[in-house]
């Protein structure tokens, strides 16, 4: 946000005295001649003005005349200053002309908006901002004043009053270009309002449909919402168009259906990009791939995946995930061979592959392999595994009978 330069940009429109003499108390002549000399050298010559206009006031008294006078030197003060580029003295002067009860009201309106803009151009944003949210409550601001009024406020992360202010630069018909629609989401999203987020989004993709950043900015948004599956959708349906593209998008595209709650479309996405080499067939997608078929409990596929991941890695603790999924599945001859694999690649603790090999073991039928793995289970194991493996031991003794569980 550039809310310092903008205001900078919109301190236009003063009002110049000779149109407005005549709203306050009359004046003599030789004053107003005086007065408006002063204010024709102002851009040539702004110094010798405030010098002169610094003179003239030590000159004034306390009527109410002199209070008008007052109040217009101090204007043109304030001008000159500005014409100078002095922030800081230029808002001092017109606030000291506005507080001056004696000039009109339109006259010390003006000169209120004036203040509130070169106190922020002198960096003083809180009060800045204050003065030019007063000039707004008793005037008219056009929309490119409120859209100041928008950004000043989120600024301060003031998100109540960005949406206050947001609401009114949208009735004055503000121009919703690609920046300020942005802005305009975001303030929707942080105040909650994500009917008008959500609104602002379909009209950007309405607008620029061939556009991959409106696309990427609303899924963004939909992310920030911890709304996923919108995300996910959104992107979708712009991957479908054509809009987005290439491999990193394909990945963005995975990782949104996987946080999306649509891990098998995520996979299935994945698998046909690795198979036809668009992305490589390294650990990272390779996991990404088991993790996407186990999400979505698509038994044959996640177990070949994992599989094929603990081939590429040869971890340890790959080849025992992987026969754990198989004992939760009852696919009993991969839980042999995936544990016995685990504790050939260096698994260190074996004594639960151990107990779930001879409980796979005794389901399909093959007894003394049972108990030979609940002998390792016992030698191997300590607490609950131990226990639970003499249980089986005990169960599996013929002169005994009882049950256990793992």
């Known amino acids: 946000m550039k809310v310092l330069r903008v205001a900078l940009l919109l301190v236009a429109g003063l009002v110049c005295v000779g149109p407005v003499l005549a709203d306050g108390p009359a004046l003599p002549e030789a004053t107003v001649t005086r007065i408006q000399s002063l204010e024709g050298t102002l851009d040539r010559h702004p110094a010798r003005v405030i010098e002169q206009a610094r003179r003239a006031l030590g000159e004034l008294s306390s009527s109410r005349q002199d209070q008008w006078v007052q109040a217009l030197y101090w204007q043109l003060m304030a001008r ?15 606030n000291r002309a506005r507080n001056n009860d004696v000039a009109p009201i339109a006259l010390r309106r003006n000169w209120l908006r004036e203040a509130a803009r070169w106190t922020l151009a002198a ?11 007063r000039w707004a409550g008793q005037s008219t601001p056009s929309a490119q004043d409120l859209w100041t009024l928008v950004e000043l406020a989120v600024q301060a992360r003031d998100w109540s009053g960005a949406s206050h202010w947001l609401s009114r630069a949208t009735q004055a018909g503000i121009a919703m ?21 959500q609104r602002l989004v379909q009209r950007d993709i309405d607008r620029t ?23 996910a959708a959104l992107w979708e349906a712009g991957w479908r168009r054509g809009v987005l593209s290439g491999a990193e998008a394909l990945e963005t595209r995975i990782r ?4 999306g709650g649509t891990p098998a479309r995520a996979a299935e996405y994945l698998q046909q990009a690795l198979k036809e080499g668009i992305l490589p067939s390294d650990e990272a997608h390779l996991r990404q791939l088991a993790d996407a078929w186990t999400a979505a409990r698509a038994r044959h596929q996640a177990l070949t995946a994992w599989q094929s991941l603990s081939e590429h890695t040869r971890a340890p603790v790959d080849w025992s995930q992987m026969g ?22 260096g698994l260190e603790h074996v004594g639960r592959s151990w107990l779930l090999q001879a409980v796979a073991e005794s389901t399909a039928g093959r007894h003394q392999q049972a108990l030979a793995a609940l002998d390792k289970a016992v030698s191997a194991g300590n607490g609950e595994i131990r226990q639970q493996a003499l249980a089986w031991r005990k169960a599996l003794t013929p002169s005994k009978s009882g ?3 793992a």
């Open 324 to 345: 754990e999924l198989a004992y939760q599945w009852g696919q009993w001859d991969l839980v042999v061979t995936a544990m016995t694999r685990a504790r050939a690649a």
């Open 256 to 259: 949104l259906h996987l946080a």
């Open 403 to 405: 049950a256990g569980s």
């Open 123 to 133: 960096g003083d944003t809180a009060r800045g901002r204050a003065l030019f949210e």
């Open 177 to 197: 270009t690609s920046e300020r629609s942005a802005l305009a989401q975001a303030i929707y999203q942080h105040s909650g309002d994500a009917g008008n987020a």
């Open 209 to 231: 449909p061939d556009d991959p950043m409106v696309w990427k900015r609303g899924v963004a948004l939909y992310q920030q919402m911890n709304q996923p599956g919108r995300a």
């Open 80 to 94: 000159a200053f500005a014409a100078q580029g002095k922030a800081e003295q230029a808002a001092e002067y017109f």
